[in-house]
C-alpha cells in the first residue's frame, strides 16, 4: 500500500502546539508590518492554513524582499538554491 505524501506528511510533532496556548490566535500577529530587508523567523502556525508555508522550511530565517497582497516575499536558501516564499504574517517573527 502507498504511503501519502500529502502537503502535512510526516510533520506530526513539528507543527503540534502546546497544549495550552495563553490565547487561540492573536490579532497583533495577523497585522504585524515588516519591512523589505527586514529578517524574520519562519514559524508554522498551523492552526491558520492560509498563507501557511511548507513544513520543511519551518524553523528557517529569511530575508523579506517584498510583499504580495497580504502577505510577504521572503528569500531564503534552501542548500545551495536561493527560494522566494510567499508567507502571511501570522507565520512570520521579526528577529531582534
Do not use: W
Not at 501519502?4 to 495577523?30: C, D, E, H, M, Q
Not at 531564503?76 to 510567499?86: H, P, Q, R, S, V
Amino acid at each position: 500500500m502507498r504511503k501519502s505524501k500529502g502537503f502535512k506528511s510526516r510533520s506530526r510533532y513539528k507543527l503540534k502546539r502546546s497544549i495550552r496556548p495563553k490565547r487561540a490566535n492573536p490579532i497583533s500577529r495577523k497585522i504585524q508590518v515588516f519591512e523589505v530587508g527586514n529578517k524574520v523567523h519562519i514559524i508554522v502556525d498551523s492552526s491558520i492554513h492560509r498563507g501557511q508555508p511548507h513544513p520543511r522550511f519551518h524553523g528557517k530565517t529569511g530575508e523579506v524582499v517584498g510583499q504580495k497582497g497580504k502577505a510577504y516575499l521572503v528569500a531564503i536558501k534552501d542548500g545551495n538554491k536561493a527560494k522566494e516564499l510567499i508567507i502571511r504574517p501570522e507565520h512570520l517573527k521579526l528577529q531582534e
